[in-house]
């Protein structure tokens, strides 16, 4: 029923003046209540301060008129903030009056419709005496839970009872008057005595509301049916619970500008990205469609086409992997390649450094050796992934909010737009971690200071890791990354994928999973039993050493 049309407007010689709070989230639903009441034929006057003023154009409809601070340009408080408009109108009585001529002059131009009734929001306490003054019936709309209006009703015996005041000591407690809440949440609300001018408004809104002709709150009775049943000897008014976001969006009456633009991203990261594709179980949409193609037209599944075409026509494949860790494939493979196959565990022969095009920085040694052990999280997202600012900052705060030491490599160009680490705050990255620009990674790995990899899952540096035990934070970019990434996590479960984008609290949060909880012993011993089993692959008898051993064989047979 969103947006629904006027069911009749038999009642459209009936009119409702509402006067909305201005601050955005009692404007949201004091509109979709009058949207509401509109389409059941009701006619709407919309009183509206020029502070916050609501875009009128979004409501054709509605009548308008600007009351309290309509003076002259330097009264207004279009300019001035949300604590002072409070401070003016809320906080004070003296509104009662301008409100009241105000509204007088209203009804006297409106004489042939009747008006029903004046809705305000509860916080707007003072028109109540008005309302009674002219005879008009106040309804209240309480844009809060009915749960808090309950809480809120029972502010002075709380503050009898002396919760405000409680000491830090007795945070943690229940309130007996309240079993839901804790003693914190109580403080939280923000009052620290009956007196306080926060409390006066409340009490005042409370009391205001018990005089009114009835109230509605945005909500439902499935949702608040047990506070519901604890109103009654407090209200003694009419209660509506209507649920506003199920009959109108709040966009039309949103005060700042709403970005549109995200939608087209947002359909494209949420077209059933959760789902599994039922070919590789293992696998969700979003893994697939990061691999970075979009059809079988573009460049680079051509290429991954020619690739595979060229390989299956090949005299022999070999890998840089291990039977034990990709088993299951290796049973896969036969049909698609009927060609000799060989797997060899490359980091296990010959560390990758001889070949490093930059570079590596050897400083970092002693700094290494002094970290306690597998304490570091060390952090390389390979030769080529790039990343905004924005997630860049991301990662920087994640690293300092995990407490741990680290060790990042940011390359030049990493960064979009940025050369190197410019758009670091400024102390980062402050004693516990180093930066540098390339890493003799493979040896970090194998340091013991080293306690977790968080990688963007290329082949090399999993591989790389695997070798040296080190378990993995995985964060894709494209191509056969996120595919490694989900085989880590949920095959070899030596990784978590941090598969939802780069969240500092996210990442922090699974540092500390993997190297200082509890729960991520199991990962941490996988990882080592992983190790082992690489290690054995290379013995001889191992599956990696016969493969090496047939390689040699079959090439000399050619
Ligand atoms: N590497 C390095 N120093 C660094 C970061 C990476 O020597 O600071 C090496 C790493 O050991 C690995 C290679 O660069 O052998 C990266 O290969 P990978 O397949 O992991 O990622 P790519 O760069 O191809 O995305």
Redesign the pocket.
């Known amino acids: 029923t969103m947006d629904s049309q006027p069911e009749t407007t038999a009642r459209r010689h009936q009119r409702i003046i509402m006067f909305p709070v201005p601050f955005q989230g009692h404007i949201n639903p004091m509109f979709q209540l009058a949207n509401l009441l509109y389409s059941k034929g009701f006619s709407i006057t919309i009183l509206h301060t020029n502070f916050n003023a609501p875009k009128t154009s979004n409501y054709p409809h509605f009548t308008f008129k600007s009351i309290l601070d309509n003076g002259h340009e330097n009264e207004r408080f279009s300019q001035s903030s949300l604590a002072d408009f409070a401070q003016n109108f809320l906080f004070k009585q003296d509104a009662a009056e301008a409100f009241r001529d105000e509204l007088e002059l209203l009804l006297a131009s409106v004489q042939d419709e009747q008006v029903s009734c004046l809705i305000t929001d509860a916080l707007w306490h003072f028109t109540q005496s008005v309302a009674d003054s002219l005879n008009l019936p106040r309804l209240v709309l309480r844009t809060g839970s009915l749960y808090s209006t309950i809480v809120y009703s029972s502010i002075p015996l709380l503050d009898d009872r002396g919760y405000f005041k409680l000491d830090d000591s007795h945070l943690e407690e229940q309130v007996s008057e309240f079993p839901l809440l804790k003693v914190k949440d109580v403080k939280k609300i923000g009052i620290k005595s009956s007196k306080d001018p926060l409390a006066q408004l409340l009490g005042d809104m409370m009391k205001q509301i018990k005089a009114s002709s009835g109230i509605i709150w945005n909500s439902f009775k499935e949702l608040e049916e047990t506070e519901l049943e604890r109103v009654p000897d407090d209200f003694p008014i009419p209660r509506f619970l209507i649920t506003f976001p199920k009959y109108f969006t709040a966009s039309s009456s949103s005060l700042l500008e709403q970005d549109q633009t995200i939608f087209p991203w947002l359909d494209h990261v949420c077209e059933d990205s959760e789902e599994q594709v039922v070919e590789f179980p293992l696998l969700k949409v979003k893994d697939v469609k990061k691999i970075g193609i979009k059809s079988t037209k573009d460049l680079y599944a051509e290429l991954i086409g020619n690739m595979v075409k060229q390989t299956k026509a090949s005299s022999g494949i070999i890998w840089n992997s291990f039977k034990e860790l990709e088993e299951t494939e290796l049973d896969r493979v036969p049909d698609d390649f009927p060609v000799p196959r060989f797997l060899i565990l490359f ?1 296990k022969y010959f ?3 001889s ?2 095009l ?1 570079e ?2 050897q400083t970092i040694f002693p700094w290494l050796d002094q970290q306690p052990t597998k304490s570091v999280v060390y952090v ?6 790039q990343v905004e600012e924005k997630e860049f900052l991301e990662i920087a705060h994640g690293l300092v909010y995990s407490k741990q030491p680290f060790l990042w ?1 940011v ?1 030049m160009g990493f960064v979009k737009n940025s050369t190197w680490l410019e758009s670091l705050p400024e102390g980062f990255p402050g004693e516990r971690g180093r930066v ?7 040896e ?2 194998a340091h013991e200071a080293t306690g977790v990899f968080w ?10 890791s695997i070798c040296e035990g080190v378990p993995m934070i995985c964060s894709s ?1 494209w ?1 056969d ?1 996120p595919l490694d990434a989900r085989y880590m996590s949920d095959v070899s479960r030596v990784g978590v994928y941090l598969e939802n984008g780069l969240q500092r609290e996210d990442i922090a949060s699974v540092i500390r999973r993997i190297l200082v909880d509890e729960e991520g012993e199991e990962i941490r011993e996988r990882a080592q039993v992983l190790k082992q089993k690489a290690d054995e692959s290379v013995m001889k008898g191992g599956a990696s050493s016969e493969s090496v051993e047939t390689l040699v064989d079959y090439i000399s047979s050619l």
Do not use: C, I, Y
């Open positions: 980091p560390k990758a450094s070949s490093s930059q590596q920085d390389s997202f390979g030769s080529l992934s490599v390359r540098v620009e390339w890493a003799p990674q493979h970090v790995l990688t963007h899952s290329g082949w090399n540096s999993t591989m790389e970019f191509g990354q």
